[in-house]
């Protein structure tokens, strides 16, 4: 192997030392991105022209050679240790992995252009955030892919009403009425695009239908205070880092009602141990909130840091317990998890979500305006705090009902 390859290896492993890999992780990944190399060179293949399909030949190619050396297949997950230390190297390496995948007809340029396009204006132009962003252009890419297979067409001019009707009778299939509006909201905002810029004719943005929503209908998914509490002894008793991570997040939900992403921003300048002060960037507003840091939440906070946090040099405070340790972006199915795991099994949504609602009754019930609740839980309008008010439902089985008109008999 040549001079360049040994030194990409070893790029590869300060790398994976740097972001504190286990030291038997890095010689795994180290030495089968090796292998790779020492295949490319076999293969008369430059490090520069990999791509995915070279990847998977090789290995299937190292599939082969494990059979030969041991006399039989390996195990179901041994691919992932190859594949994690090349995938490893050639992100290290080159300046795009994996690369955009090759354009192969003008439909498939079509689109590119299209997305493209509209997610700079998205960005640049609208300013959204980068979850609005996603879920407006995963929509526009799948209308933009799915038009031009049904119709055959490198152009958008001829897209009519029945197309759009066509494709949201097909969307329909298996989405709740909530996910539909939804839909229809995403693709409105696309149409809008594709008449601005001239891809089409006539603005066809009115013509898609949703299903109409009233305000604060159906009851959101919340939970009781014994559930809660339940969900909390059960995650107390694992000791692990996750079991520490786990609990520390649990607590914030359930005292503070926080937003996943609040949770997820949090860093360690947030938090003022002197004056006991937590400090919030509120995800719709982006205003900043001090809380009080109550006893548990403390606690649990400090449990993790000293023993459960991994070494890193990330200023988040929730972070994975494996290496890369990124902070954590998304903690859905942790508290999903740790609800299923206590026995709490809600026929709604059963994320981080339900602590919040589970917080606004509390306060409901404890006859906190509606104001301070909005205050509380970062909404900007009073309104935002009205759904929760369905909640409260235990509370109207102890308001009697005079009848007009009905006598009571002796």
Same mark, same amino acid.
């Not at 039989?72 to 390496?93: F, M, Q, T």
């Given at each position: 192997? %040549? ?29 089968? !991105? ?21 990847? /998977? ?5 190292? *599939? ?15 691919? %992932? ?48 955030? !980068? !979850?609005? $962003? ?20 490198? @152009? ?32 409105? /905002? ?17 013509? *898609?239908? !949703? ?16 559930? $809660? ?10 000791? @692990?880092? $996750? ?45 900043? @909130? ?93 309104? /935002? ?17 005079? $009848? ?7």
């Amino acid at each position: 192997m %040549s001079h360049r390859y040994r030194a990409l290896v070893e790029r590869l492993r300060e790398a994976l030392t740097l972001q504190r890999y286990n030291p038997v992780v890095v010689h795994n990944y180290c030495r089968n !991105a090796d292998y790779f190399l020492s295949y490319l060179v076999e293969q008369k293949i430059v490090l520069e022209a990999v791509t995915p399909t070279i990847v /998977s030949n090789y290995l299937r190619f190292a *599939v082969r050679q494990f059979r030969k050396r041991h006399g039989r297949a390996p195990a179901r997950d041994w691919i %992932s240790i190859p594949r994690s230390g090349i995938h490893g190297l050639l992100k290290l390496v080159l300046k795009r992995w994996p690369p955009e995948p090759v354009a192969a007809t003008a439909g498939d340029l079509l689109c590119r252009e299209v997305c493209d396009q509209y997610q700079t204006w998205l960005r640049e132009e609208r300013g959204l955030a !980068a !979850a609005s $962003i996603y879920a407006l252009m995963w929509e526009a890419r799948h209308f933009c892919a799915w038009y031009v297979g049904h119709s055959g067409m490198a @152009s958008f001019m001829d897209l009519n009403v029945r197309d759009v009707d066509v494709y949201m009778n097909m969307r329909a299939t298996g989405l709740t009425r909530r996910s539909l509006k939804d839909v229809a909201e995403r693709l409105r /905002s696309l149409l809008k695009h594709l008449l601005r810029t001239g891809r089409i004719a006539t603005d066809l943005a009115p013509h *898609v239908i !949703a299903p109409l929503l009233y305000a604060y209908e159906g009851i959101p998914s919340a939970l009781r205070s014994d559930q $809660i509490a339940a969900i909390l002894e059960a995650v107390r008793k694992d000791r @692990s880092p $996750i079991g520490l991570r786990d609990y520390a997040i649990l607590q914030l939900l359930a005292t503070y009602g926080l937003r996943s992403g609040e949770i997820g921003r949090l860093r360690l300048d947030d938090i003022d141990w002197r004056a006991d002060i937590l400090n919030i960037r509120l995800s719709k507003s982006g205003a900043r @909130s001090q809380m009080p840091l109550l006893e548990p939440v403390g606690e649990a906070l400090i449990d993790y840091l000293r023993h459960g946090r991994p070494e890193t040099d990330v200023r988040e405070i929730f972070v994975r317990t494996r290496a890369p340790y990124v902070p954590m972006v998304r903690i859905y199915s942790e508290v999903r998890g740790r609800m299923e795991a206590a026995g709490i099994l809600l026929n709604g949504k059963r994320g981080p979500h339900v602590f919040r609602h589970a917080r606004a009754v509390s306060l409901l019930r404890a006859s906190v305006p509606r104001k301070v609740i909005g205050d509380v839980l970062g909404h900007r309008s009073t309104e /935002s705090t009205v759904p929760y008010l369905k909640l409260a439902t235990e509370d109207l089985r102890a308001i009697a009902l005079e $009848i007009p008109g009905q006598e009571v008999r002796s």
